[in-house]
């Protein structure tokens, strides 16, 4: 393979792995609003989709069911991915002017001009439609709680500007699919789904602190607040607090639900891995912050595993 064929277009966006199928792929009239939905950066999808899929499965191991039900875990993809792809174009809309002043996000296409307001909006139209054809399979309970999580997402673009603790904001819109998945197994909320869901707010808390390092300089120029700037060098003890109260409650989760021994070694696993991610982390280096936090990937599919062997040891 050629150096042009590794090589990322002059308009891909700063985060995306140079031989993401959006750049290399897509049609060029179609790249804009691939990029708007984050297609060429999945990672966010999984992190909003993981607290999902291990609330469905704790529900079913509470109700003595094997994991997964795949008709619900089907629905949480595909909402997942809408609802991920919805709320990355509300808030290229609302932060467009500051999107073009950071490096890393210049070239998004709402900043970069590469797509329309108005085009962004017709897009967020589309992918709600999506995401609300998928709410209207499950409960009526569960249903009101994805209404819910509507105002919490639509005032998340804005505390950035507010306060210096956006991070814990964005926790609390990334991890209510804890909340509707358990009510969706389960027609109703329980302890496990608060405690994973607490759980998960501390985590998204630490990952997206390791995130937001990236852009702490242009941050502090334009007058934009997060977590990096406000812990800086003080970070990594920090993430040991954020990460090790996560790891608690998704232990405690486990306890409540009456999860079996294979859970809780996954939890262990998991732990060792946040501990990796805030003991070695570099803050002054872009690269080694994106490599750690892309990293949650795995942390949740650990998490997700040991659910589904838990599930079948308790049935078997």
Not at 74 to 93: H, K, P, Q, S
Not at 164 to 176: D, I, K
Not at 183 to 196: I, N, R, S
Not at 289 to 313: H, K, M, P, T
């Amino acid at each position: 393979m050629s150096a042009t064929e590794h090589s990322a277009p002059k308009d891909a966006i700063a985060d995306a792995a140079p031989s993401n199928w959006v750049d290399r792929r897509a049609p060029a009239a179609l790249r804009p609003y691939l990029r708007l939905a984050r297609a060429d950066r999945p990672i966010g999808t999984w992190l909003l989709l993981w607290p999902c899929l291990w609330s469905m499965a704790l529900a079913q191991i509470s109700l003595g069911e094997r994991a997964p039900n795949l008709w619900f875990l089907i629905l949480f993809v595909v909402g997942a991915t809408a609802m991920r792809g919805a709320g990355c174009v509300y808030n290229d809309i609302i932060d467009r002017d500051i999107d073009a002043k950071v490096a890393r996000t210049a070239n998004r296409p709402i900043a970069s001009g590469a797509a329309s307001v108005w085009s962004g909006w017709a897009f967020l139209v589309a992918l709600s439609l999506i995401g609300l054809l998928v709410l209207l399979q499950f409960n009526q309970r569960t249903i009101l709680l994805g209404l819910v999580s509507l105002g919490i997402v639509a005032a998340y673009p804005f505390m950035k500007r507010v306060t210096y603790w956006p991070q814990a904001w964005l926790g609390l819109t990334f991890n209510w699919g804890a909340l509707m998945a358990w009510t969706a197994v389960t027609g109703d909320l329980a302890a496990p789904a608060l405690l994973l869901y607490v759980g998960g707010v501390f985590w998204t808390l630490g990952y997206d602190t390791i995130y937001a390092h990236q852009d702490k300089e242009d941050d502090a120029l334009i007058g934009v607040k997060s977590t990096a700037l406000k812990l800086g060098a003080d970070t990594p003890p920090w993430l040991i607090g954020f990460y090790g109260i996560a790891t608690a409650c998704f232990a405690l989760a486990g306890v409540a639900a009456d999860a079996p021994s294979i859970y809780f070694a996954a939890v262990a696993l998991g732990g060792a891995h946040l501990a990796w991610q805030a003991v070695g982390l570099d803050i002054y280096d872009p690269a080694d912050c994106l490599r750690r936090f892309r990293s949650n990937r795995d942390f949740g599919a650990i998490l997700f595993v040991g659910l589904v062997l838990a599930s079948w040891a308790s049935v078997s």
